[in-house]
């Protein structure tokens, strides 16, 4: 089986500190792979690298296309990585204020990147958007609400709606719960894991709560100070961590 | 003032090289926004800095000019920069559409179709079309240079989803020759079908510093979805001066009962017709006979 993603020996420096280097893993269609370390590790670098945001200074980014195989989105040109932006990848920040069009409604919101990839009937856009609107759990009457009047964990539902419309094949997420009280968190991560498996996405979720991996993840990569200290199935990693800083990581978690 | 007080039509002819060159690029390049470097007018921003400057370059002491404001050759606007080219480039000046070779306008086209001898520079606000949506330049350039178009959309998605159809009625966005996405300018929608024409369409932006262009003939489709096609929209009223039915009107409030009255936004068109004998509602040989 090809990969989806071929990460190999990425690299990214801010001057002389190091942003992440050495990263290399394969991930296969229907696969979740979260990557866990403390802040200032080096995941929202990497993150960024793969998904085209940041130009990684060594390494290859390999995707396979679904017009040409697999192809390094590092060297591809601008607009070849932009349209896989808002076709086959999607993009979920932390801060839905990042991922959403604040003055734009939650319809129009949901509606943009299929207008980007050449949707131009109005009933059929809208059609689609209050399907994915109900699909997270968003009532079709605050359609034409906009993401200003909606509450945290709403807005981060509509960011989702919006990046899952076009049918994308990988997902990335920077830390999707972050800022999110437990309760949110729980329903959105229920959720995230259903559209996850009833659409077969692969995923990259960068994150620092272990919960979350443990609940999404298939497999596990720990980073710290730009390195990946180890990699494995999620459990096992977890349930069984070889490294120091994995072991501290997860003896740090707090228990209720 | 003595007569050497200024270059022909103010700017000096470095400036002038400079602003043709920047208008032979945005007809070459149907639609693109070309910078340049606008220069300090002896007017406000927003009264026509962009236009003036693209007439200056434009004119030649042989041509004959018309200024219109919102389709009026009598507004201040008008008034003041008609006077502006005639002190400063002591070009003729008419009010007639047909006579003039270079008509700088505000808002408007003229009804009267205009000719491949013509020139039509408009005056911009704000050139950017996707500027609301994405207030970031260098995405929207990106935007341009990639031709990611979607945004347009979103804004007439958002128009309809709140007001039930495409509620912009001025400043309608449109594709010239199927590549640059354009602000026509605040024209209503009403002239967009009007901008392939014969004439070559300047449109000068003094503050924002750009030019763009539309070459004769040009394809200009104004931006729509299939299921809510574009509307040229008028007020459902024949004017009250002239009796035209298929002029863009002005709406004027007469007094303070709720009385009103629609005329004719282009006086030129309006007053010749008159002059053919063409009447209206309110026109003042009607209301004697009454």
């Known amino acids: 089986m090809t990969p989806l993603l071929s990460v190999q020996n990425v690299a990214k420096y801010y001057g002389s500190r190091v942003g992440c280097e050495e990263v290399s893993f394969d991930l296969y269609p229907g696969e979740v792979m979260g990557i866990v370390g403390e802040s200032g590790s080096g995941k929202s670098t990497l993150l960024n690298c793969l998904a085209g945001h940041l130009a990684p200074d060594a390494g290859k980014v390999l995707f396979d296309t679904r017009a040409n195989g697999m192809q390094d989105t590092v060297t591809m040109s601008e607009p070849e990585r932009r349209m896989l932006g808002r076709t086959d990848w999607a993009f979920v920040h932390q801060n839905a204020r990042d991922g959403l069009r604040m003055s734009v409604s939650a319809g129009g919101n949901v509606g943009e990147r299929l207008m980007a990839v050449g949707a131009r009937h109005y009933g059929d856009i809208r059609e689609q958007a209050v399907d994915w609107l109900g699909r997270v759990e968003i009532a079709a009457d605050r359609i034409d609400d906009r993401p200003r009047q909606f509450s945290g964990g709403m807005q981060q539902r509509l960011q989702i709606a919006r990046n899952l419309v076009t049918g994308p094949r990988l997902v990335f997420m920077d830390e999707p719960t972050g800022g999110l009280d437990v309760s949110v968190q729980a329903r959105l991560l229920d959720l995230l894991r259903g559209l996850v498996r009833e659409m077969g996405l692969s995923a990259i979720i960068v994150t620092h709560d272990l919960a979350v991996v443990r609940l999404l993840a298939d497999r596990l990569m720990v980073m710290k100070s730009g390195q990946v200290v180890e990699t494995g199935l999620t459990d096992q990693v977890l349930d069984d961590p070889q490294h120091a800083y994995t072991q501290l990581l997860v003896s740090s978690v707090l228990q209720v | ?290």
């Open chain 2, 1 to 290: 003032m003595s007569d050497q007080a200024y270059n022909f039509a103010y700017l000096d002819e470095q400036t002038k090289r400079m602003i043709r060159r920047a208008i032979l690029k945005g007809i070459a390049i149907p639609g693109y926004q070309v910078p340049f470097a606008s220069r300090e007018m002896p007017m406000p921003y927003g009264w026509g800095t962009g236009g003036v400057q693209v007439s200056a370059a434009c004119l030649v002491p042989e041509d004959t000019m018309k200024v219109i404001d919102q389709g009026a050759d009598d507004t201040t606007n008008a008034v003041s920069i008609r006077k502006f080219f005639e002190n400063t480039a002591g070009v003729a000046t008419t009010e007639k559409t047909r006579e003039a070779t270079v008509i700088q306008t505000r808002h408007r086209i003229p009804e009267e179709a205009l000719t491949e001898d013509q020139i039509l520079v408009y005056q911009v606000p704000i050139p950017e079309p996707l500027r609301f949506l994405e207030p970031r330049e260098t995405e929207t350039r990106k935007m341009h240079a990639l031709e990611e178009y979607g945004l347009m959309h979103v804004k007439l998605y958002e128009d309809i989803a709140q007001h039930g159809n495409i509620a912009t009625a001025y400043a309608y966005p449109v594709r010239v020759e199927g590549r640059y996405v354009m602000d026509p300018s605040p024209i209503p929608k009403f002239d967009n079908p009007k901008l392939e024409m014969a004439a070559i369409q300047l449109f000068g932006a003094g503050r924002e510093q750009r030019i763009y262009a539309i070459p004769p003939y040009s394809k200009v489709v104004s931006l729509d979805f299939e299921d809510y096609p574009f509307e040229a929209s008028k007020a459902n009223h024949p004017c009250d001066l002239c009796g035209a039915e298929h002029t863009y009107l002005d709406e004027v409030i007469i007094d303070d009962e709720g009385g009103r009255m629609f005329v004719c936004s282009d006086t030129d068109y309006c007053g010749e017709r008159q002059a053919n004998g063409h009447r209206g509602r309110l026109s003042p040989e009607m209301e004697a006979a009454q």
